[in-house]
């Protein structure tokens, strides 16, 4: 039923017919436009359900055709677009925008990226198979790099990740380096706790590992090839960004960021070890995994750990060894620190042996300093013995013996003052008798200086020939330094030998007439 009222009863007929479409405006907005149902447009109207329904019956029928796509400033290069991206489909839209700008193109940016969207080229879609791994078979490990985490230690913080493919069994342990030996010291202790290894280990692309190429064309590190024969396993490289290939230890490395990381406390790098291994031991080696709905503990208690080849007892080289010249500062450079040696050896180069705690320096086979590992950055590390040995040297700097040197005595300033007459290099023969002094003692060079300068001779090479091969001396075997005053200063009385002539029997002594045999017949 139509509601009329009084004001449009009376109404002229022609503003009736106004009212009228201006009624079915209202109508076909509210329904079209705002999506009101016929009877809330009619409550809000005042006017029937019916004559809501007629008006929009009256509505002409809406045209559901998609509209016919609009014309674009870009259309007329689209040819010479699809062609640049033929050629190189890594190429973006700044980098068009600007050939387009050359042929005459007066839009944006805007348009161009979007019809980069629509005209690259999608990559192949590559299948991804779920792979199956037997007990003890292979093993993979990838590095986590956790940023800056320690206060006070201006270096980034490093998680490595080992995982069994099998059993999800996982081995983490932080470290403040990702170089050769601590890499390979992680990855022994790695190892010790699973107490064997896989028959193959998988690895990223990493440095220590990976020379050159990667993945089936990697050429891997000749010194990391010889820790895996000496530990049994065969070495595979993945493919550059193909994390998929590695999937076991990449979301463990996730799973640890996620859970483990987030909130961590700790004051050192002791202290975040210990807290990781109580949260590996405790809980992720210990949960339900997601995927198998074991616990990896478990699995590799009873099904995988006995299946490991067992690790052999012959150890390998795991020390950082580097090559250093001693500088005038008598100091070599290690790891981003310098660290002390003897004054006497400036000028010559050393062997600089690192683990996880200590630093030792070598002349040939002779330790010549030791210093705690810092694993700070741009610290100077001095032993006090060695500035002391610099103060007692420098007086005598005046004299005809150069630092390293003043032990020979009268017999080596002589033998330098002979030698600046000649044309040899003092700095060759300066390092050449220390180096010397070193090996065999100041006393015997300087006895070895003074032999062949009887010969009328003077040069190192003869000093070195005077003693390896004339008197057949043997370099000073190097002291084992263990870093405690108490230990290093232990000393033991020769032992009294003779206590053994008691327990060997008293030989019979023989008559010079008597046959051999006869002996033996009496005894």
């Known amino acids: ?73 870009v259309d007329t290069y689209e040819k010479q677009i699809r062609q640049w991206l033929d050629d190189t489909p890594e190429l973006r839209a700044p980098a068009v925008l600007e050939r387009l700008r050359r042929l005459g193109y007066q839009g944006g940016i805007t348009i161009v990226r979007d019809r980069l969207q629509r005209l690259r080229p999608r ?48 081995y983490l342990e932080f470290t403040l380096s990702q170089a050769f030996g601590t890499f390979v010291r992680a990855f022994e202790r790695g190892l010790q706790m699973f107490g064997g290894t896989t028959y193959i280990d998988v690895f990223d692309n990493m440095r220590t ?24 396993f065969a070495v595979r490289a993945c493919n550059p960004r193909s994390g998929h290939e590695k999937g076991r230890v990449e979301r463990p490395i996730g799973f640890i960021r996620g859970r483990f990381w987030p909130g961590r406390r700790f004051s050192s790098l002791l202290d975040l070890n210990r807290q990781a291994a109580e949260w590996r031991d405790d809980f992720a080696n210990q949960r339900i995994h997601a995927v198998t709905g074991k616990v990896p503990a478990l699995v590799f208690e009873h099904e995988e750990k006995n299946l490991l080849k067992p690790l052999p007892d012959t150890p390998f080289e795991t020390d950082d060894i580097e090559t250093a010249t001693v500088t005038k500062q008598f100091r070599v450079r290690f790891d981003r620190n310098t660290y002390s040696v003897s004054p006497r050896l400036m000028g010559q180069s050393i062997v600089i042996r690192a683990n996880d705690q200590a630093v030792s320096m070598y002349l040939g086979p002779k330790q010549v300093a030791w ?39 009268e017999i080596g300033a002589e033998y330098f003052k002979v030698l600046r007459a000649t044309g040899r290099s ?62 290093d200063n232990l000393s033991f009385d020769e032992p009294d030998l003779s206590v053994y002539d008691d327990l060997v029997p008293s030989q019979k002594t023989l008559d010079p007439g008597e046959p051999p045999d006869s002996q033996d017949k009496d005894s």
Request: a positive charge; glycine letters at 8%.
């Open 1 to 73: 039923m139509t509601i009329v009222t009084y004001a449009e009863t009376v109404m002229p007929r022609g503003e009736k017919q106004d009212r009228q479409s201006e009624l079915m405006a209202e109508v076909l907005k509210l329904a079209l436009i705002d999506g009101l149902s016929a009877r809330a447009i009619a409550k809000r109207l005042s006017l029937s359900r019916n004559t809501v329904r007629r008006m929009l019956g009256r509505a002409p029928n809406r045209d559901l055709r998609a509209p016919g796509r609009r014309t674009s400033m």
């Open 123 to 170: 990559p192949h879609q590559k299948p991804f198979l779920t792979l199956d791994f037997s007990a003890g078979e292979v093993m993979q490990v990838d590095w986590g790099d956790f940023g800056f985490a320690i206060p006070g230690c201006p270096r980034r913080v490093s998680g490595l990740v080992m995982a069994l493919c099998y059993s999800r069994y996982l």
């Open 209 to 232: 590992v990976v020379s050159a190429g990667a993945g089936a064309h990697a050429t891997f590190n000749s010194k990391f090839l010889a820790f895996a024969r000496s530990r049994g």
């Open 371 to 409: 210093h705690p590992r810092c694993w700070d950055v741009h610290q100077d590390i001095e032993d006090p013995s060695h500035r002391q040995r610099a103060v007692e040297l420098k007086p005598r700097a005046a004299t005809a013996l150069p630092p390293g040197l003043v032990g020979l005595g």
């Open 426 to 487: 003092l700095q060759r023969e300066t390092v050449r008798l220390t180096f010397l002094c070193e090996l065999f003692g100041e006393k015997h060079t300087a006895s070895a200086v003074s032999e062949v300068m009887q010969t009328g001779h003077v040069g190192s090479e003869y000093v070195e020939y005077v003693m390896r091969h004339k008197r057949k001396l043997r370099p000073i075997a190097p002291l084992v330094r263990l870093g405690k005053p108490e230990l």
